[in-house]
């Protein structure tokens, strides 16, 4: 099970390549504890983003790594830093405050990617840099090079890398469908030019278990001087066996996880991090490694990126799904009450869920609320909890019960409309039921400036949305419009998500109300201001990966 070289975030000494040591390497990587040690790469702020819609905001990205950092994330891949200035500047602010992790930027097979990856990366406590290149067929079709030239170039890219930063991870991208001799030699080639991580990704998810597993034991039996680097693995989920697959290389000898919170990321996304921190956790019997990673967080995480991304937890997603831990049928019931081992391989307070409490009423302080908030996981500040009380005692008058979830929401919302938003709800006054026309009367503020909109449309939806496109032309394409009720009963708050297409730009907006048409145009109203801030940034490079 041992097999491989073991990187060791608590031994700074230890002189295998880890978190700690960035850059380390040795020919004598022997396993120092008696659990390996596996590296958890997080990359929902870069693979997690390219998921069409995904995109976050500057504030946002630092929240999410900033959570990252305290959860015990090894590596937190901050982003792309050539793509856009917005994502140089995340990558470098990411950089600045993360007190633990390495922080990573990507960089494709080219000098002056690499050196601006470097730039944004270089102000962290441990920088990495992480270049790729396309190596199956089909990608190397798209440079046009043939395999000696793709060689030269990745000597060349990981030796410029090497010389600006001792902690180098590198890519065949499409790996999995690379030519093994090739794949080997290109590693190799890699591993002398200073690579202290190689990654071995599945692109496009085509892979399975065993086929994953061989992979990382080919490599590690052919390659020479793979004892002196760590190996990782990066499966997407195209084929539903994302986290098997990443399991599979980890028993391989796979030393780090490229994972996302939620599975986020691009077409059916990536690794769920929650998935592999778990499944090794309560599989430890046959899967005996060990992370750094508190799980108590997980959910909280998954909560934020929820809300930030846009991009909601399907209700039955292993770890983190609404249902996870709910038992709805009699005998499941019975036996959960008899004794919860029967139906529940973990607790759900491993994961960080309490049970849903009704928490105050209309009487409860702001002390009271503010411990409440920090139990769910939201450390807020004065200010947010002055606006977040003053919601929750409209909310209370409202609503008779008001539970953990509705106070999520409420947190969430509050962060997705900010006060210095450009375009504001200030009132909306709708006429609908079976006798139309229905309407709605609106007031925006748009630049501090207050305008006024009457609309007939088809329900008061439509009405709404037509009255704030009188007042905020644009052109864009309503492509998701979904409702959520946050908790059960007729008085539960809706949470709305709306994702708007215009020009190739995808954004998502969110906002929560016990009045659904309400929670649906300040959604509506969230997304324009995202593509506000979207249609001024910059894009000097279109990079894809
Ligand atoms: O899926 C992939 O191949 C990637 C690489 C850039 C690592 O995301
Ligand atoms: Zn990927």
Not at 36 to 57: C, H, N, W
Not at 208 to 230: F, H, K, Q, W, Y
Request: hydrophobic share 40%.
């Amino acid at each position: 099970m041992t097999e491989a070289s073991t990187p060791d975030a608590q031994n700074p000494n230890a002189q295998t390549p880890n978190a700690q040591n960035p850059g380390t390497r040795s020919s004598d990587a022997r396993n120092r504890d008696s659990q390996d040690r596996v590296l958890i790469f997080d990359t929902t702020l870069r693979d997690g983003e390219q998921s069409p819609g995904a995109t976050m905001t500057l504030e946002e990205k630092l929240q999410i790594a900033t959570l990252l950092d305290e959860m015990g994330v090894d590596i937190i891949e901050a982003g792309f830093p050539i793509a856009s200035e917005g994502d140089f500047e995340a990558v470098s602010r990411i950089a600045a405050i993360s007190q633990n992790a390495v922080i990573c930027g990507l960089s494709r097979a080219d000098f002056s990617d690499i050196d601006r990856c470097w730039e944004a990366v270089k102000h962290a406590k441990r920088p990495r840099i992480h270049t790729f290149i396309g190596t199956s067929p089909l990608h190397r079709a798209i440079p046009n090079l043939d395999m000696d030239q793709m060689a030269e170039r990745i000597h060349d890219t990981v030796t410029h890398a090497r010389n600006l930063c001792d902690n180098v991870q590198w890519s065949p991208m499409d790996a999995t469908r690379t030519e093994h001799d090739y794949l080997c030699r290109v590693v190799e080639i890699a591993i002398k030019a200073g690579a202290t991580t190689i990654n071995i990704p599945d692109t496009v998810g085509y892979t399975a278990p065993r086929e994953s597993a061989d992979l990382i034991r080919m490599l590690r039996e052919r390659v020479p001087g793979a004892d002196t680097i760590t190996f990782a693995t990066h499966c997407h989920n195209d084929l539903g066996m994302a986290t098997a697959n990443a399991l599979a290389a980890v028993e391989a000898g796979a030393r780090q996880i490229e994972c996302t919170i939620n599975g986020l990321g691009e077409r059916a996304g990536n690794t769920a991090l929650e998935e592999v921190v778990m499944a090794m956790k309560v599989r430890n019997d046959i899967m005996p490694y060990r992370t750094g990673v508190d799980a108590t967080r997980i959910m909280n995480l998954s909560r934020v990126v929820a809300t930030v991304s846009g991009f909601p937890v399907q209700f039955n997603k292993a770890i983190v799904g609404k249902n996870a831990f709910a038992h709805e049928s009699g005998i499941h019931q019975d036996g959960m009450l008899k004794n919860a081992q029967t139906f529940e391989i973990m607790r759900p307070e491993d994961v960080g869920l309490n049970a849903t409490s009704l928490v105050m009423g209309k009487h409860s302080g702001r002390a009271a609320l503010r411990s409440k908030l920090r139990e769910l996981g939201y450390d807020v500040g004065d200010n947010q909890l002055k606006d977040v009380f003053v919601r929750f005692k409209e909310l209370a008058d409202r609503k008779k019960e008001v539970y953990d979830d509705d106070l999520i929401a409420l947190v969430r919302d509050q962060g997705t409309n900010a006060a210095n938003d450009r375009i504001q709800v200030k009132s909306l006054k709708v006429v609908c039921g079976t006798e139309g026309p229905q309407t709605a009367d609106l007031v925006l503020t748009i630049d501090d400036e207050t305008k006024t909109a009457h609309a007939v449309g088809d329900g008061p939806v439509d009405a709404a949305f037509k009255a704030v496109r009188e007042l905020v032309p644009n052109e864009a394409r309503l492509v998701v419009y979904q409702v959520h009720a946050v908790t059960e009963g007729m008085d539960a708050q809706a949470t709305v998500s709306v994702r708007l297409e215009e020009g190739g730009k995808i954004v998502t907006g969110q906002s929560a109300d016990t009045d659904t048409v309400v929670a649906s145009t300040k959604a509506y109203v969230n997304a324009l201001n995202k593509l506000l801030v979207r249609r001024l940034k910059t894009a000097p490079a279109a990079v894809t990966v």
